[in-house]
């Protein structure tokens, strides 16, 4: 059952006031298939609404905010994340079927967002550049004013301490549109974002259907940048929509990114890595390490050991906190199901074992490991967004490269070698946004740029970095006298 929340959830947040929006829909638990509460479906008059508040918090209380001041807003706010973990943590957990632990570190990391870019809101700052004699140049960092965030529905907290985090550090005003199967946490982060002072209108929510708020947003006129994060094909709409306004998009639109093993690699220290950076959050992560190609001299050794693991793994509702939860919806079941089709002629090596007594109205989808898989194959190739992982052997270090390299998207990649040499080889031939040495993902790390090459997308966000992206520099050339 939904905790007791201190807004409406059918409501939006709109220059500082939660108001009934046009119209509204059910959310599900994807645990059990029950409905949680009734969110709103946001119209077009309603996202118009939000970005005439978020510009009128620009030309008044919010606009004339200091960076320290924006800084201290958003630490106090990181504050009252931590102080609502519990809540926030039961509101992810229901909303979307990721397992307390799981939900529990999104949290954490959203009040490390906070944290992060509250420090930093008064870092950031121009250069002076050497020029004629007789004039001095200097450039100003300035906010894009208006900002637009669409946000996908697999780590709400995460994508929007990122997103949402650095977008105000920078004096944006943001309209928030979060995904219609995920928003519980957006509104409650909303709602302590004025309890720690953000002034009416410098953050507004507006969920709603992607086809509606989102095109409506992504289309807007008044919006001045747009973050957004999830699907190629969604990403690629949304582009085409804001080049309407020639309006600045970072997109981030997932990957299939590899971790490769090498014959002398600490198999020890990768194996939880192996595994788990494929199976968090169901596999619905756009990092998730979906493809695992391994030296043929350890191919069968860490086959079998990734095996065990699997069959170790517990599955079922959220709350239980088992190792993995539902996907997000039976939608999103059926279409992994349907991707799967094609894997009908490779080795499923494990599966994690199905409970006899999950819910019937869950999203369940059971683990499964395949392994050979040739590198061409659809299961290597496509985003899944599910508990799935492909084996892929290769024999020498170009091949490795090739393989890693062989798919439209570039996000992340993992190399696991005890070769110094060869790890800075790789660092350098792996086309991707990332690379993990000996590790993967690094816990994280709100401090390290994030984003994609190819059809992973373009911009960053996480870390200073993302600074950069929710800012625009403005050039000053003064002639002496
Ligand atoms: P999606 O990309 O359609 O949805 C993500 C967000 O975009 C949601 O807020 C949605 O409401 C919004 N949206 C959808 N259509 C829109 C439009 N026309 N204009 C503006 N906004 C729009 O993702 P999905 O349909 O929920 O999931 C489908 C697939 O997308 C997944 O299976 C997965 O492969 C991928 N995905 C990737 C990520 C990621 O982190 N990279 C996240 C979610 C989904």
Redesign the pocket.
């Known amino acids: 059952m939904l905790p007791t929340l201190p807004f409406d959830p059918s409501h939006v947040l709109i220059g500082g006031t939660w108001r009934g929006a046009s119209d509204t829909q059910p959310l599900i638990n994807p645990s059990n298939g029950e409905t949680l509460c009734h969110i709103a479906r946001s119209s077009q008059v309603d996202v118009d609404t939000a970005v005439t508040a978020a510009q009128d918090a620009l030309d008044g209380a919010w606009g004339r905010m200091t960076a320290l001041e924006r800084g201290r807003c958003l630490t106090q706010l990181g504050q009252l994340v931590l102080d609502h973990t519990d809540i926030l943590t039961t509101l992810e957990t229901l909303d979307v079927g990721k397992p307390v632990t799981q939900a529990r570190a999104d949290t954490i990391a959203l009040a490390r967002y906070c944290e992060f870019y509250g420090g930093a809101a008064d870092k950031v700052h121009g250069e002076t550049i050497p020029y004629l004699d007789d004039y001095t140049v200097y450039t100003l960092r300035e906010p894009h004013g208006v900002t637009g965030h ?6 709400p907290m995460q994508i929007i301490g990122r997103s949402v985090g650095a977008a105000l550090a920078m004096g944006n005003a943001c309209v928030l ?5 995920a928003c519980l946490t957006a509104l409650m982060f909303a709602y302590l974002a004025k309890e720690a002072g953000f002034p009416d209108g410098a953050l507004n929510v507006v969920p709603g ?3 509606e708020a ?2 409506a ?2 289309r807007h006129p008044g919006v001045h940048h747009l973050s ?4 190629v ?3 690629r ?2 582009q085409t ?1 804001a080049a309407e306004n020639v309006t600045p998009v970072t997109l ?3 990957g299939k990114s590899p971790q490769i093993v090498f014959d002398d690699a600490d198999l020890d220290d990768a194996l939880p890595f192996l595994v788990n950076a494929g199976l968090q959050n169901a596999g ?3 990092s998730a390490a979906s493809r695992i190609l391994i030296q043929r001299g350890v191919y069968d050794l860490v086959a079998q050991r990734m095996a065990d693991a699997y069959r170790a793994k517990t599955l079922g509702p959220a709350s239980n906190d088992p190792d993995i939860g539902p996907l997000i919806s039976v939608k ?1 079941k059926a ?1 992994l199901e349907s991707l799967l089709q094609t894997a009908q002629d490779l080795p499923c090596i494990a599966a994690t074992p199905m409970p006899g007594d999950l819910p019937p109205e869950g999203a369940y989808v059971q683990p499964r490991l395949y392994g050979p898989v040739p590198p061409d194959h659809p299961l290597a190739q496509d ?1 899944l ?1 599910g508990p799935v992982q492909v084996l892929i052997p290769f024999d020498t270090e170009e091949d490795a490269v090739r393989i890693a390299n062989g798919t439209i998207y570039g996000l992340v990649a993992g190399v696991w070698t005890r070769d110094g040499a060869r790890q800075m080889r790789l660092a350098k031939a792996l086309k991707c946004g990332q690379v993990f040495l000996n590790n993967y993902g690094a816990g994280g790390g709100v401090e390290l740029p994030f984003g994609g090459t190819g059809q992973s997308g373009h911009g960053r966000e996480k870390g200073f970095e993302a600074l950069y992206g929710f800012s625009t520099l403005k050039t000053v050339a003064a002639k002496h006298g």
């Open positions: 669409i946000v996908p529905w697999n780590y549109k979060p995904a219609e199967d259907l992607g086809s989102g095109a947003l992504a957004f994060t999830g699907s094909q969604t990403g709409t949304i929509l981030e639109l997932g619905q992560t756009c999103q279409r985003e967004f």
